[in-house]
């Protein structure tokens, strides 16, 4: 019964409400979120080439930021699934240390070379990944603590264990096949693997996300987790899978940075989670759910990359990078939060609180209810 | 024979008796509305009838067979649908995907098995379920977040309406709109009803009762304390009975 619908097609003028859904292309285009994000990216790209065309635009300079990119990217797909349930994941950083030290210690026991090796020690990282992502969801959804607290804790135990496990030294045994190939191998010209496995990565995180029923559950659970409830969605279920999603997306990236600097980085990733949060916020991904895509999160990940090797080649310090992706962070939140409210307005609907992780950021509206 | 027979419910929250055996009938194509003052139970009674909440006692039949909802999947898989007084709509999906929201058609085969969902099929029942209701939706690629008051209130209503094949429970739905939005509304109401579903509609605008309704239950203090056809009551009748001046008036 519930799975019929009741009406049939009659109506001749439905065809108006149909072509109501008819866009031209530039439309489309302009509709895109990250539209803006990318021409940002495109003037700081024109910045750079204009000032040193030559070594801005040279095969080692775009191969080794899309490199430098790559483990971004792979971390900020899992975190875009989070971040459109208007949760968190500040955890992703320690995760990926974590799922390394697991990793490359049983690579380590199992000899240190070969394809096979290399292959278990993937498997090791990604179930150490999904391990905690399954904790951090598990805490979120059954037992309603805040993510931005439960992804805190465990971000502090992540890392904690793996100092415990190591002593706090890190470890370099690592297959050299999967050094050469993974980290520093090209499959097709000068394409780094490492940039094809992000491809991928990207590729089926899009689909899933924009293609699925669960990527549009994500959505919907972002938009109004009560609605979802009421129509029998399983919100706990779901959002303990994506926050799974965002555990094994950082066991990947846990063994990609194995591969790519040929140790565990234990005490190198204390940036990461808040580099990849700010790339996906950048990148058009809303804070308060709802919105997002994976296409604007690799472009708000290209910035600092980009940036950063900018300011090298331009010869100013490279720590101006922190600067610049800290005012585009904030201005890119106020932006979202200026869409909201004209949003909240147009509709005449009081604006929601604003809730970030389960930490409330108080009103949309600072004159209080319209 | 009525289609849906509520008789004694019975339920509490601690100390506070929320409905004390209250009975309910709903007719198949009626608008039936559902009156009383605040606290008298009226939002209590449609979640006990919609699965959201279990009673402590009393009995419920649907088309003379006795049911009993433990939650609101249950009442749903007896084509029973509410719409809430927030809507329940997530306001950053288009209405086409507010519509199907948890019963999202999958494409056939291994794409449907993977989760792809036939978009086409389900823009045009959308399309269909919003023209016969006359609903004013304009767009269907639009966030409802976007639209006014009253497009989001037929986005709600329509979806139930489209997924409904015996009750519809509407919990004030024309609370937060304007006059001309109410009136479309209104209409949306009357073209469910003329589909044969039973429509129970709680409002506290008793012109509105009056103009809509087709039979008017009132409730006072968790028992239904009357049961008149609107169009042999009147509007000092019906605030005398809610306010229980009528009472007094009797004894």
């Known amino acids: ?370 | 024979m009525a289609l849906l027979e509520a008789r004694g419910i019975v339920r509490t929250y601690g100390s506070v008796i929320a409905l004390d055996g209250a009975d309910f009938d709903i007719e198949a194509g009626e608008i039936t509305a559902l009156i009383g003052d605040n606290g008298a139970g009226k939002s209590t009674l449609v979640k006990v009838l919609s699965g959201t909440e279990v009673a402590e006692d009393g009995t419920v039949h649907l088309d003379g067979k006795l049911v009993r909802f433990t939650n609101p999947s249950a009442a749903r898989e007896h084509g029973i649908e509410t719409v809430f007084q927030d809507l329940a709509l997530c306001p950053h999906l288009d209405p086409v995907k507010n519509l199907y929201l948890g019963r999202e058609i999958k494409r056939s085969g291994i794409a449907g098995l993977l989760g792809f969902m036939n978009r086409k099929t389900m823009r045009d029942g959308s399309v269909a379920a919003f023209q016969d209701l006359g609903a004013t939706v304009r767009k269907l690629n639009e966030p409802v977040g976007n639209m006014s008051g009253g497009q989001k209130q037929s986005v709600a209503v329509a979806r139930s309406a489209a997924w409904a094949s015996k009750i519809i429970f509407l919990d004030e739905p024309t609370a937060a709109l304007g006059v001309v939005q109410t009136a479309n509304v209104l209409d949306l109401v009357r073209r469910v009803r003329d589909k044969g579903i039973g429509v129970v509609f709680i409002s506290h605008s008793m012109p509105e009762v009056l103009e809509v309704a087709d039979t008017v239950q009132v409730l006072r203090r968790g028992k239904r304390i009357a049961h008149y056809r609107s169009a042999n009551t009147s509007l000092e009748e019906l605030v005398g009975a809610m306010t229980g001046k009528l009472d007094e008036e009797m004894e």
């Open chain 1, 1 to 370: 019964m519930s799975t019929t619908n009741n009406f049939k097609t009659s109506a001749k003028d439905a065809q108006a409400l149909l072509d109501s859904e008819k866009l031209t292309f530039a439309q489309r285009i302009s509709r895109v979120q990250a539209l803006q994000i990318v021409l940002v990216l495109a003037v700081i790209v024109a910045v750079f080439s204009i000032m040193s065309p030559d070594a801005f635009f040279s095969a080692f300079n775009l191969r080794s930021m899309a490199m430098n990119a790559s483990i971004f990217i792979v971390l900020g797909v899992g975190v875009t699934f989070v971040i459109i349930t208007a949760g968190i994941d500040l955890s992703i950083g320690s995760v990926l240390i974590f799922s390394s030290v697991i990793s490359a210690m049983v690579m380590e026991n199992l000899g240190a070379s070969g394809w096979t090796t290399a292959l278990i020690g993937l498997v090791a990282a990604l179930v150490s990944g999904l391990a905690w992502g399954l904790i951090n969801g598990l805490l979120i959804a059954k037992a309603n603590v805040p993510a931005f607290i439960v992804t805190l804790g465990t971000m502090g135990a992540a890392l904690g264990l793996s100092q415990v496990i190591t002593g706090g030294i890190d470890l370099y045994q690592i297959p050299t096949e999967m050094v050469d190939t993974i980290g520093f191998g090209n499959i097709i010209a000068e394409v780094p693997n490492l940039v094809v496995i992000a491809a991928a990565v990207c590729v089926i995180g899009g689909i899933l996300l924009h293609g699925t029923r669960f990527g549009l559950t994500t959505y919907a659970i972002g938009s109004n987790p009560e609605a979802c409830r009421r129509v029998g969605i399983k919100v706990d279920r779901k959002l303990i899978m994506i926050y799974m999603i965002s555990g094994i997306t950082a066991g990947l990236a846990g063994w990609l940075s194995l591969a790519f600097f040929q140790q565990t980085a234990i005490g190198g990733n204390s940036m990461t989670p808040l580099t990849v949060i700010a790339g996906v916020v950048i990148g058009g991904t809303s804070l308060f759910g709802g919105i997002g895509t994976i296409f604007g999160s690799v472009i708000g990940l290209l910035i600092p990359v980009v940036l950063q090797s900018g300011f090298i080649i331009i010869g100013v310090e490279s720590y101006w990078q922190g600067v610049v992706i800290g005012i585009f962070l904030i201005a890119a939140v106020y932006i979202d939060g200026l869409r909201r409210d004209r949003a909240a307005k147009g509709s005449g609907n009081k604006p929601k609180r604003r809730q970030v992780g389960g930490v409330d950021l108080g009103s949309t509206n600072k004159k209080g209810t319209q």
